[in-house]
């Protein structure tokens, strides 16, 4: 692996992710417009796989895993890049891209709780003070007044990502807990091909053989999500967890809510809501009062928050 960059260097990069995953939330909602959410996530994973194959043999990185790391192998692969990245995909056919940024991003108030649960993980003043603060935004987002309860839709999409959000939290607990051989980054061209396998075969069961009416668009956006904002993503924050503090990281990170939501009105024309700005000012708010006093900034190291 490359030595560390310079601080301007990763400021860069890891500037370029949060732009990266934070547009990447409509962009897979225009690519689920145009094709299955099953196959769109299924062939976003092959394009990563394709991609970060030779990155990974070019910087001596590539490797085959040993027998210590195939459960989180196999845990990352199914609950974040299978059902997390599935279920987000399926939520946005009947979510704003917005709305479901904001619920995506609840996943540390779950993995707090989770790691209070099974890793003995004590939940500080503050911590509760932040969960409480996430909590009082999801209550917003859900408010009969910001959300139709008699629109099914919208209520099985919220519901679709909040579930996905909670499988995410799963994988980082088991993240947290795992007994590292290998790095992240040596594994995650497995994490993406397990993925693909499994969606693929997933999609081909359930949606039947892939009809896709291909234009530059469509092929456009998949390379730009495969590519970008999953293969180059990943080397990119491997980068720049080795080069900044987990802390300053973490509040970057923070930020791509915010560009979604900015990105999603700009790309999709979806509104400005100010309900919206609330309950993503309560959630991100808690999150950072956790990350500022150390009780979360863990989750951001080891697990990448791409759709």
């Known amino acids: 692996m490359a030595d560390r960059l310079s601080t301007r260097n990763a400021a860069v990069l890891l500037a370029t992710v949060v732009l990266a995953w934070g547009t990447n939330w ?10 299955p959410p099953l196959w769109a996530t299924a062939l976003r994973c092959m394009i990563a796989a394709a991609t970060l194959a030779p990155l990974l043999w070019a910087q001596g990185q590539f490797i085959i895993p040993r027998r ?3 459960p989180v192998v196999f845990c990352t692969s199914i609950l974040h890049l299978v059902a ?3 279920l987000v995909a399926a939520g946005l056919q009947f979510v704003p891209a917005g709305r479901a940024i904001v619920l995506g991003y609840t996943t540390p108030l779950w993995v707090a709780i989770g790691a209070a649960m099974f890793l003995s993980e004590p939940i500080t003043r503050q911590r509760a003070v932040g969960i ?3 909590l009082a935004g999801l209550a917003v987002i859900f408010n009969p007044q910001t959300l139709n309860w008699g629109d099914r839709n919208a209520l099985f999409g919220s519901g679709l990502i909040l579930l996905a959000a909670f499988c995410w939290a799963g994988n980082i607990v088991y993240v ?4 590292w051989i290998s790095t992240p980054f040596q594994l995650v061209f497995w994490q993406v091909l397990l993925a693909a396998a499994l969606l693929s075969t997933i999609a081909w069961i359930t949606e039947g053989a892939p ?8 092929a456009a956006l998949l390379l730009y999500s495969g590519i970008v904002c999953t293969a180059f993503a990943n080397w990119a924050m491997t980068m720049v967890n080795r080069s900044l503090p987990a802390v300053t990281t973490s509040l970057w990170l923070l930020a791509t809510p915010l560009l979604g939501i900015i990105s999603a009105t700009v790309m999709l ?3 400005l809501e100010p309900s919206l700005f609330l309950a993503m000012t309560l959630i991100i708010g808690g999150i ?3 990350t500022v006093t150390g009780g979360w900034r863990q989750w951001t190291v080891r697990v990448k928050p791409a759709p």
């Not at 409509?26 to 094709?35: A, E, G, L, S």
């Not at 009809?211 to 469509?218: E, F, G, K």
């Open 84 to 86: 997390f990245s599935a």
């Open 68 to 70: 210590g790391d195939l």
């Open 211 to 218: 009809r896709i009416v291909w234009t530059n668009r469509l």
């Open 26 to 35: 409509p962009v897979t909602k225009m690519i689920v417009h145009d094709m």
């Open 269 to 271: 024309n979806e509104p």
């Open 176 to 179: 947290r807990a795992h007994k």
């Open 288 to 290: 950072a009062l956790g």
């Open 132 to 134: 409480g603060c996430g």
